[in-house]
């Protein structure tokens, strides 16, 4: 659509970079509103959910790297280029689940608790980076003449008809966020947020996967799927062990 929103004194303002900040920035003050509004200290939380945008970005970026390694291989230098886009949200959310459970134990903020609020945080992302996406041409649909065709490019630049697939993926997280709001008061235990959110994008991301033009496999699996199906299993087993163990 459009990688470079616009230039200034020399400067270039990418599209997917914009996006990506704004999302950022979004959303850390919607996760710590969503703390102040929940009982949480909502200074502790803001410094959380800052010190974990690097862990989450690079883990993103590792991943998608990694499904796109025979290019990368090659041409070393694009692994970190700002400018290129690409990032793969499963592998930001391991990093930083993992780099958060010695953190919040320092920050004395219960870890079911915070990713009920970070969850707030990743949605709001989510919506911004896949415009990013959109204006980039990464992650672009499959051609087809289907009503939902819009004329868009991939990241090659070829424009034709095709599958909105970044906006039908903004689209799956904005509506996962409207519905976060709703019921966060009605789930039975901390954390539960949080895994409903993961179990139900998961299955939307899985049934998204075959509307994208490129998609990452190992052998003949789709790494997308596969990561999907394992986290919808882990949360929905997660949710009800631990709603059994309240009982």
Avoid at 50 to 77: D, H, M, N, T
Avoid at 186 to 202: C, I, Q, T
Avoid at 209 to 235: F, K, P, W, Y
Wanted: net charge positive; proline share 3%; aromatic share 10%.
């Amino acid at each position: 659509m459009r990688r470079v929103l616009f230039q200034c004194g020399g400067i270039k303002i990418h599209g997917y970079t914009a996006m990506l900040y704004l999302g950022v920035v979004f959303g850390v003050i919607g996760g710590t509103v969503g703390a102040t509004l929940h009982g949480l200290d909502s200074a502790r939380v803001f410094a959380a959910l800052l010190l974990l945008v690097l862990p989450a970005l690079v883990g993103a970026r590792l991943l998608f790297v990694a499904s796109y390694w025979k290019i990368y291989r090659r041409e070393r230098s694009r692994i970190w280029r700002r400018s290129d886009g690409g990032a793969a949200l499963y592998g930001g959310l391991l990093v930083s689940f993992l780099v958060s459970l010695p953190m919040l134990g320092v920050l004395g903020i219960p870890l079911g608790a915070f990713w009920d609020v970070a969850t707030i945080t990743i949605l709001v992302g989510m919506v911004f980076t896949k415009v990013g996406c959109l204006l980039n041409g990464c992650c672009a649909g499959h051609p087809t003449e289907g009503r939902l065709a819009l004329y868009l490019p991939n990241a090659q630049g070829v424009r034709c008809r095709r599958v909105p697939s970044q906006l039908l993926e903004a689209g799956l997280a904005a509506l996962l966020l409207l519905g976060s709001v709703e019921v966060w008061n009605r789930l039975p235990f901390d954390g539960a947020l949080f895994l409903s959110v993961l179990a139900a994008y998961g299955a939307g991301r899985w049934g998204l996967e075959s509307t994208r033009e490129t998609i990452d496999r190992i052998g003949r699996v789709s790494l997308h799927r596969a990561i999907s199906a394992a986290l919808v299993g882990i949360s929905a087993t997660s949710f009800l062990v631990i709603w059994f163990l309240r009982l």
